[in-house]
């Protein structure tokens, strides 16, 4: 069964070239436009392996949302992977105390990607 992955980004164009990247590499996945529906796709969803967010969104930015993400139990374990343009080191900083694992910026190499998110998703 295919690992399902979570992006959180609010520019519908860059979603589609993740998912696109991911499902060609076999992962399925769910998509949200800010960090709120990130949090609900999240409820509706049986399992999540990795989730890959977007710094600056409307409604919740990605750093709330990881912050959120990892009070709950559920989800404190859950690899998140920040992709954005996004590159001050406070930024890098502020998402590794929130709980995210690795960190690229855009534009990205969906290569880069790819090796990240396997580094990360458990088998």
């Known amino acids: 069964m295919a690992k399902t992955i979570l992006i959180v980004d609010d520019s519908s164009s860059l979603r589609a070239v993740v998912k696109l ?30 989730i890959v967010s977007d710094v600056n969104m409307p409604n919740m930015d990605g750093i709330t949302f990881v912050s959120q993400l990892k009070q709950q139990v559920r989800f404190k374990f859950t ?22 694992k690795a960190w690229l910026t855009k534009p990205f190499d969906p290569a880069q990607l790819l090796d990240a998110v396997s580094r990360l998703v458990l088998p």
């Not at 996945?29 to 949090?39: C, S």
């Open 79 to 100: 690899p998140v992977v920040m992709l954005t343009t996004e590159n001050q080191d406070a930024k890098v900083a502020q998402a590794r105390a929130a709980g995210a």
């Open 21 to 50: 990247a991911l499902v060609r590499a076999g992962y399925a996945v769910i998509e949200a436009g800010d960090g709120k529906e990130g949090l609900l796709q999240l409820d509706k969803a049986p399992k999540v392996h990795l």
